[in-house]
């Protein structure tokens, strides 16, 4: 099955720099990219998500790359600030041929804290 | 409309103890999962339904049942707690975007167990 390794596990910033939280996969079929982000005690909210025949894909302060050919996908927040402390997770799936049914595989979290 | 509604939210159990956390949407999704989260290992699929009816087995499903009677409910079940089902459990549900390849899910607010 799929397998996501997720890193770094914690990240420290400034209010106002980059954060950068990096992702791969082991399933040449997803082709399905979510990243997640969860506050202290609320649930997972979907962020932002980029599919495999895109190459990246930004919303505002946030962006996500994606590189097939080395099975490896970034997030990417700019002018970090307070609010976007939380824990995130990027996830990854199969929808090829309809037998995926929508399951993700989730990597292990990375808990960012903007400094003030 | 109120999303995903988890009920418990939190509860503490002896080992050997059973209960029923109950998932339920209010969205007309075909999909529902139910993940566990503990610290450090993101978030891991116990079970899956793709309709009414029907339940399959995710990335942890041992010591767990799971039932899907009407669609807009899914119901979590341990049979005899153990100490190592100590987690917080997230409820979610999706529909798959046709066309597009995505899978958006929507979480509930999460139910803290503790075994003890």
């Known amino acids: 099955g799929e397998n996501v390794e997720q890193h770094p596990s914690t990240l420290s910033v400034q209010e106002g720099d980059s954060a950068v939280i990096k992702c791969t996969y082991s399933?040449?079929?997803?082709?399905?990219f979510p990243w997640y982000k969860q506050e202290l005690g609320k649930r997972p909210q979907l962020i932002i998500d980029?599919?495999?025949?895109?190459g990246e894909k930004k919303d505002q302060r946030i962006a996500v790359t994606l590189n097939k050919t080395a099975k490896h996908f970034s997030l990417h927040i700019t002018e970090t600030q307070p609010e976007d402390s939380a824990v995130y997770f990027c996830?990854?799936?199969?929808?090829?041929?309809?037998?995926?049914?929508?399951?993700?595989?989730f990597g292990q979290g990375t808990i960012l804290t903007v400094h003030p | 409309n109120a999303g995903v509604t988890q009920t418990p939210k939190f509860r503490v159990l002896k080992t050997g103890q059973s209960m029923t956390l109950l998932c339920a949407q209010d969205?007309?999704?075909?999909?529902m999962y139910w993940y566990r989260q503990d610290p450090g290992m993101g978030l891991r699929l116990i079970h899956y339904?793709?309709?009414?009816?029907?339940?399959a087995k995710g990335e942890v499903p041992d010591g767990y049942n799971v039932s899907r009677l009407k669609k807009q409910n899914f119901l979590l079940g341990l049979e005899s707690a153990a100490p190592s089902q100590t987690s917080v459990y997230f409820c979610?549900?999706?529909?798959?975007?046709?066309?597009?390849?995505?899978?958006?899910?929507?979480f509930g607010a999460g139910t803290r167990l503790s075994v003890l």
């Open positions: 980029i599919r495999s025949n895109v």
């Open positions: 399933d040449s079929a997803s082709n399905y």
């Open positions: 339904s793709v309709g009414e009816g029907t339940t």
């Open positions: 996830a990854a799936s199969t929808n090829a041929g309809g037998t995926s049914y929508g399951k993700l595989t």
């Open positions: 979610a549900s999706s529909y798959l975007i046709q066309g597009k390849g995505k899978n958006i899910q929507y």
């Open positions: 969205m007309n999704h075909e999909y």
